[in-house]
């Protein structure tokens, strides 16, 4: 009630950020996790995967709201995901940064550790 549609409404735009962020992440991620020999194919599992969970989450958010559960949590659920994606793309670049000593996507060897 009140000023609940501008939160939701803020709230929605937030997560939709995310998700597109993520979604970004991922790719520019790619192109380090994965040597030139293998990255088309490294990147296409990675996408595929993504579109898996595009079809899955609507089917999932159905089965919530089947479940009665409240909008707090029907919005929550999304929002810890797309964290969740959100920290895997940072650590995922931390890795790669420390494995390769720079975000350089150029064919440099890894570091020995």
Same mark, same amino acid.
């Given at each position: 009630?009140?000023?609940?549609?501008?939160?939701?409404?803020?709230?929605?735009?937030?997560?939709?950020?995310?998700?597109?962020?993520?979604?970004?992440?991922i790719?520019?991620?790619?192109?380090?996790?994965?040597?030139t020999?293998?990255?088309?194919?490294?990147?296409?599992?990675?996408?595929?995967?993504?579109?898996?969970?595009?079809?899955?989450?609507?089917?999932?958010?159905?089965?919530?709201?089947?479940?009665?559960?409240?909008?707090?949590?029907?919005? @929550?659920?999304?929002?810890?995901?797309?964290?969740?994606?959100?920290? @895997?793309?940072?650590?995922? @670049?931390?890795?790669?940064?420390?494995?390769?000593?720079?975000?350089?996507?150029?064919?440099?060897? @890894?570091?020995?550790?």
């Open positions: 009630a009140g000023g609940a549609a501008t939160m939701v409404t803020v709230l929605s735009i937030l997560a939709g950020a995310c998700v597109v962020g993520v979604n970004f992440g790719n520019a991620v790619n192109g380090i996790i994965y040597p020999p293998i990255r088309a194919k490294g990147t296409g599992w990675t996408n595929a995967m993504g579109r898996f969970g595009a079809v899955a989450g609507p089917i999932l958010g159905g089965i919530f709201v089947g479940m009665h559960w409240s909008l707090v949590e029907l919005f @929550a659920v999304p929002a810890m995901s797309s964290l969740l994606g959100a920290l @895997a793309m940072m650590l995922l @670049a931390r890795l790669c940064y420390r494995r390769f000593a720079s975000h350089r996507l150029d064919e440099r060897a @890894a570091v020995a550790s």
